[in-house]
């Protein structure tokens, strides 16, 4: 085993959004200072880097639902303190279906905000409806809970940029975006003036502890161990990896999924058109040859069959801002992490073309894309029934905070504030125990979620 050369009292093996939340909660929640980040690539570099940044307190279960609620708290408290450095903004989701009854969704509803509170679903209907789309006065004077506009002629009224047979829609008002980036950078300073460290190298084996044995290298070869009495495998796509050097094995698969930012020449998006999300599926619009020519080839078979719900589309940027990011996570096939996915190249078409089918106007960049445009992307690491894992491993002292698919930025000051009061052996909300690798041992949560209908994937 590689010479011990460090000793710390926590060592986080992954300095992502995750890794250093828990980081920085560990110092401002507990006074827990001695704590080493150990990163092989550059901090919040990896998944952290392709978040599309976007938040909302939607979810179909409760404790989903709970969770983002307590982290969106957290992002708030340090938007406060900052002068808002952390660009948090509350225009919303704006979730659209052309069905002008969708009690699915609406019972959906109903669930996700059951034991929040009264009156956070609100329905409008008719002409003389109330309801008030805008941020105007802030995102601290922005409702709770969620506006339903049901039928054309409403929607149409206050969304007059959506296609026409646009016939309901869901705006989740606790919701919206920020600099997941901003907020990375401001939890690593934070915690490097508490007095904790970062080290670039990567972690290439682990002894069981406690203390745990850290074999580390660096970018120039140098090996060195660290030991540590806990240890939090914070990894991201590689948490599997992690957990196999300690004997163990995590219940995640990797999905990638992507995304393509591109400068809205045409002006075809509102710059201030909250994050939108069409929720119907669809079948793309190809000529007829083109849809035998994907239905011959098994790689593309499945893009000529009517495919799921869920493209979204915002402006990026600001309102001074010219560019628009557009992703759909229709993607199920599990992959072996790498750091650097190949992209599907025929993803910027496949998502053009969805996305027009709502914003009409994005139609003119079918097959005319600006040069600059961006094709980018990362894993979802998940659980099947798409909750997390953050709590202890098998192993004594060995915790995970992981397979946050697509709700890491949004959730990580949750996940860090819960994992770092467990250490520290702090009271825990109920909450805690269904969001880690315990609630595998309850049988009748995990068929109830694996029965879910819809997971909340996004
Ligand atoms: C296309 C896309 C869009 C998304 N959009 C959103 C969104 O709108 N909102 C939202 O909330 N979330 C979104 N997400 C999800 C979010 O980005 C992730 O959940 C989050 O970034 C995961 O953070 P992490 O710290 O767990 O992982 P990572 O950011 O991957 O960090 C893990 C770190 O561990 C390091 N590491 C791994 N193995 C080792 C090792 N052996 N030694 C040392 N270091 C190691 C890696 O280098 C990496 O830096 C999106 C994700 C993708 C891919």
Redesign the pocket.
């Known amino acids: 085993m590689t010479p011990v050369r460090e000793t710390a009292e926590v060592a986080i093996?992954?300095?992502?959004?995750?890794?250093i939340a828990v980081a920085h909660a560990l110092a401002t929640r507990h006074g827990i200072r001695d704590v080493v980040l150990?990163?092989?690539?550059e901090p919040m570099?990896?998944?952290?880097a392709?978040?599309?940044?976007?938040?909302r307190n939607w979810w179909p279960h409760p404790v989903m639902r709970e969770f983002t609620d307590l982290s969106t708290g957290l992002m708030e408290a340090i938007a406060r303190t900052t002068g808002n450095r952390i660009r948090l903004t509350r225009r919303g989701y704006v979730l659209v279906t052309r069905d002008p009854r969708p009690a699915g969704l609406l019972a959906e509803l109903e669930a996700g905000y059951a034991g929040a509170g009264a009156g956070l679903i609100r329905l409008h209907e008719g002409a003389g409806a109330a309801y008030r789309p805008g941020e105007e006065a802030g995102w601290e004077a922005v409702p709770d809970g969620v506006d339903v506009l049901l039928g054309q002629a409403l929607v149409r009224r206050h969304f007059p940029h959506l296609a026409p047979d646009a016939a309901a829609i869901l705006h989740i008002r606790r919701a919206g975006d920020l600099s997941g980036q901003a907020l990375g950078q401001y939890m690593l300073e934070t915690l490097r003036e508490a007095g904790g460290r970062l080290r670039r190298?990567?972690?290439i084996a682990i002894e069981p502890g406690p203390p745990f044995r850290i074999a580390t290298e660096a970018p120039d070869g140098t090996r060195a161990g660290i030991a540590a009495r806990v240890l939090v495998n914070?990894?991201?796509?590689?948490i599997g990896?992690?957990a196999a050097m300690l004997g163990e094995t995590l219940p995640v698969r990797n999905v990638l999924?992507?995304?393509l930012a591109f400068e809205d020449r045409a002006g075809v998006i509102p710059r201030d058109m909250a994050f939108t999300i069409d929720l119907d599926p669809q079948s793309l619009p190809w000529t007829a040859e083109e849809r035998a020519l994907l239905a011959a080839d098994p790689a593309t078979a499945a893009l000529a069959q009517p495919m799921p719900g869920g493209i979204h589309c915002r402006p990026e940027g600001g309102p001074g801002g010219r560019w628009i990011k557009l992703?759909w996570a229709y993607n199920h096939a599990a992959a072996e992490p790498v750091r650097a996915p190949a992209l599907l190249p025929h993803f910027p078409d496949i998502v053009l073309r969805a996305a027009s089918r709502l914003h009409p106007g994005v139609a003119a960049y079918v097959g005319r894309l600006p040069r600059a445009a961006t094709h980018y992307?990362?894993?979802?690491t998940m659980t099947e029934e798409n909750w997390p894992l953050v709590g202890p491993m098998r192993c004594p002292g060995a915790y995970v905070a992981?397979a946050?698919?697509?709700?890491?930025?949004?959730?990580a000051c949750a996940a860090g504030a819960l994992l770092a009061d467990r250490i520290a052996g702090a009271a825990l909300p109920a909450l805690a125990a269904a969001l880690s690798p315990e609630r595998q041992a309850d049988a009748a949560l995990m068929a109830a979620l694996r029965g879910q209908a819809a997971k909340g994937v996004l």
Do not use: C
């Open positions: 093996v992954g300095a992502g959004i995750v890794g150990v990163e092989e690539g570099g990896l998944t952290s392709q978040s599309g940044e976007n938040y190298a990567r972690v914070a990894a991201g796509p590689f990896r992690i999924q992507q995304k992703g992307g990362g894993f979802y992981g946050l698919s697509g709700f890491g930025t949004m959730a």
